[in-house]
């Protein structure tokens, strides 16, 4: 059975940072694209960051020279670190491991619960 476990959120002060992880179970992530997505309260959920198998990294321009994504293949995990954080920044953040060719789906697609980030004074 395929788990993603999300780790690292929490509450921290505007301008500071933060480093999720994204532990998965049952597959082998190097195989796979992994994504990032987040979702504010009373908004949809929106794409932050994409890394493909081959190692191709995509960002949303509300986050981009802010945020970086990664992956440990040894130890399964997927890594978004945040950096000069903001308010706007505050939502829940969840993984996304998926098969993917050209920017499309292509069959597997397997998502974890969530980790929250607060950002506030």
Not at 12 to 25: F, T
Not at 74 to 89: C, F, G, I, R, Y
Not at 103 to 120: A, E, N, R
Request: net charge negative; hydrophobic share 35%.
């Amino acid at each position: 059975q395929v788990q993603l476990v999300e780790s690292g959120g929490g509450l921290v002060q505007p301008g500071g940072s933060l480093r999720l992880s994204c532990v998965a179970s049952g597959i082998l992530l190097s195989a796979y694209e992994a994504d990032w997505y987040r979702e504010a309260p009373g908004k949809q959920r929106d794409l932050v960051a994409i890394i493909t198998s081959g190692g191709s990294t995509v960002y949303a321009d509300s986050v981009k020279g802010r945020f970086t994504i990664s992956r440990d293949n040894a130890k399964n995990t997927v890594h978004l670190q945040m950096n000069s954080l903001t308010p706007e920044d505050t939502a829940v953040y969840y993984c996304n491991v998926k098969s993917a060719v050209g920017g499309m789906t292509t069959g597997d697609d397997y998502w974890g619960q969530g980790t929250q980030v607060t950002v506030s004074s």
